[in-house]
C-alpha cells in the first residue's frame, strides 16, 4: 500500500511550503485541467517508482482543545493514527517555542515513525542550528529548507529507509479490476457494497488482524472476477457489510491508488461539494479508470434530477471521460449498468495500443491540423508508442516538441481516445524530443 507521510508542526513553520515542494511531480501531470481544484491537504508525490500519500495537517492543530480547533484538531488525531510516518516541522530561525513542546509530547506518545524536520535552514550552519531541538527527545533533527530545496531529498531517503520495502503489484492482471467505491460520508457506499456483494457470489477471503491492514474482497459476477478494495474498515456481520471506522480521506486515497477502477458515488439529493471534487481531482491524478454513480435516485424529483446532472458538469467538467449512472443502492437500481461499465472501462484502461496505429493516427491528426510555431519553428512529431496502461499513456517522438501547447495536446487525447473507443479512463500524453 502506498505509504502516508504526515505533516505536523505549529502555524508558519514552513509545512505547506515543504508539502507543495513534496507533491510537485504529480502536480505537474493534471496542471492543464480545467475546472480541476486541488485539495490543499492531501496529495500525492513521486521518489524514483514510488509514490507516497502526503498529509498536511495545517489548521489542524493537535493540541486544540475547543470548538471548530477541536474537531480540526480530530481531524490531525485521525491522521497522525493513519500515518506510516510522521514529519514533525519545526522553525530553525525562530527556535524552539513551547508550542512545539506541546506537540513533541504528544508525538512521544506515536509508535510511528517520528522524523524531526528543522526548516528555514538555507545559508545557516546545520549542526549549530539543529543542537537546540535535539531536547524535544524525538531523534537527530534533519535541517533542511523547504522553500529552496535544500536536504528535502536525503529526507525522503532516510523516510523510505524504514518503510517497509515496496512490493511488486504482481497479482495486478491475474484477477480482473481491483475496484474501489469511493465518496464522502453518507452518499450511500456501504448500502452500494451491500446491494452488489449481496446479489453476488462472495469468494471466502481472510480478515486481517488489525484494522490499519487493508482488505479486498473479491467477488464474482456474470462469471467474471473482481476485487473490491476496501476503504472503510468492512467486516462482515452475518449477511452484510459493516464499515467499522468512520470515513477517512487517507483510506479512500489509498484505495483509489490500489483500484484499477474507481465508483465514485456521489448522492443525488445534495450539490456536488469541494469534498467530492476533491476526490474526483484525485481520481483524475492517479490516472485511475473512473465511473460516476449518482445515488438516491429514487429520492429526488425531476427538477431535481435536472438540477444536480448541470451541477455534475459545471463542477466536475474534468470527469466528462468518466461514463454516469443514476442509481439507487437501497433499491438495488442501476448497478448493472455501473457494473457493465466498470468492465468497459478497466479494458479501455488495459486496452494495448499498436506502434503502427498510433503512428497514423498521429500523422492524420497533424495534417488535419498542424501544432502551432513556436518561435520560428514547428515541432515535428514522428511516431508514437505506448509508454504504459491504467492508465494509457502514448509516448509521442519528435523535435521541438517543449513548446506544444496544453490546449493541442487535448487536441490529440481526445482524437486517440475516439479512434480507440477509450471511455471510462484518462489518458496521458507524453512527448519526448530528440534536440
Ligand atoms: P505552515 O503554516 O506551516 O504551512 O507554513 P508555510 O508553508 O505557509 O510557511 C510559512 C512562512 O515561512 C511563509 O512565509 C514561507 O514562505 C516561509 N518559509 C517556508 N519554508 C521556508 C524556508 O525553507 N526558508 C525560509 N526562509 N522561509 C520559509
Ligand atoms: P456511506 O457513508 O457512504 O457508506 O453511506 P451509507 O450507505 O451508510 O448510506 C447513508 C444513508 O443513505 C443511509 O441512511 C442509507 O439508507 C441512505 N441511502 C443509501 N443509498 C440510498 C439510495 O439509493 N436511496 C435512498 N433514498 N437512500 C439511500
Known amino acids: 500500500m502506498i505509504p502516508t507521510l504526515v505533516l505536523v508542526g505549529r502555524p508558519n513553520v514552513g509545512k505547506s511550503t515543504l508539502f507543495n515542494r513534496l507533491t510537485k511531480t504529480r502536480d505537474a501531470l493534471v496542471a492543464d485541467q480545467p475546472g480541476l481544484t486541488r485539495d490543499r491537504h492531501y496529495g500525492v508525490g513521486r521518489l524514483g517508482s514510488r509514490d507516497y500519500l502526503v498529509v498536511d495537517t495545517a489548521g489542524f492543530d493537535p493540541v486544540a482543545k475547543d470548538g471548530i480547533m477541536h474537531e480540526m484538531a480530530r481531524q490531525a488525531e485521525q491522521a497522525i493514527a493513519e500515518a506510516d510516518v510522521l514529519l514533525f516541522m519545526v522553525d530553525g530561525r525562530s527556535g524552539l517555542t513551547p508550542h512545539d513542546q506541546e506537540i513533541a509530547n504528544r508525538l512521544r506518545r506515536v509508535d510511528r515513525p517520528v522524523f524531526l524536520v528543522v526548516n528555514k535552514g538555507e545559508g545557516a550552519n546545520r549542526a549549530v542550528l539543529g543542537a537546540e531541538f535535539h531536547a524535544l527527545g524525538l531523534g537527530a533533527p534533519l535541517v533542511i529548507s523547504a522553500a529552496h530545496g535544500d536536504g528535502v531529498h536525503p529526507l525522503l531517503d532516510e523516510i523510505f529507509e524504514v518503510l517497509p520495502p515496496e512490493t511488486p503489484p504482481a497479482e495486478l492482471e491475474d484477477v480482473g479490476p481491483r475496484v474501489a467505491i469511493v465518496g464522502r460520508p453518507n452518499v450511500g457506499k456501504s448500502t452500494l457494497i451491500n446491494t452488489l456483494l449481496g446479489e453476488e457470489r462472495v469468494i471466502a477471503f481472510d480478515m486481517p488482524g488489525t484494522t490499519r491492514d487493508a482488505i479486498s474482497i473479491p467477488f464474482s459476477r456474470n462469471g467474471r472476477e473482481y476485487k473490491l478494495i476496501d476503504t472503510a474498515g468492512l467486516r462482515r456481520r452475518g449477511k452484510v457489510f459493516e464499515a467499522v471506522e468512520k470515513f477517512s480521506v487517507i483510506k479512500t486515497l489509498q484505495a483509489i491508488e490500489q483500484a484499477n477502477v474507481v465508483v465514485l458515488v456521489l448522492d443525488a ?167
Open 269 to 435: 439529493s445534495q450539490d456536488v461539494s469541494d469534498q467530492d471534487a476533491h476526490i474526483a481531482g484525485f481520481v483524475l491524478e492517479t490516472g485511475r479508470a473512473l465511473v460516476l454513480a449518482i445515488n438516491k435516485w429514487d429520492s429526488v424529483d425531476s427538477y431535481r434530477r435536472e438540477q444536480i446532472k448541470s451541477d455534475v458538469m459545471r463542477k466536475l467538467p474534468f470527469l466528462s471521460f468518466a461514463r454516469q449512472h443514476y442509481v439507487s443502492a437501497l433499491k438495488s437500481q442501476g448497478i448493472s449498468g455501473v457494473m457493465s461499465s466498470v468492465d468497459k472501462a478497466f479494458a479501455a484502461a488495459m486496452a494495448k495500443l499498436s506502434t503502427p496505429k498510433l503512428t497514423r493516427l498521429l500523422e492524420e491528426a497533424v495534417t488535419k491540423q498542424a501544432p502551432p510555431k513556436v518561435r520560428m519553428f514547428r515541432p515535428k512529431m514522428r511516431y508514437a508508442h505506448q509508454g504504459g496502461s491504467n492508465p494509457p499513456i502514448i509516448v509521442i517522438h519528435g523535435t521541438g516538441l517543449e513548446g506544444i501547447p496544453a490546449s493541442y495536446t487535448r487536441y490529440l487525447e481526445r482524437m486517440f481516445m475516439e479512434a480507440f473507443k477509450l471511455q471510462g479512463t484518462p489518458l496521458r500524453i507524453q512527448f519526448r524530443s530528440s534536440t
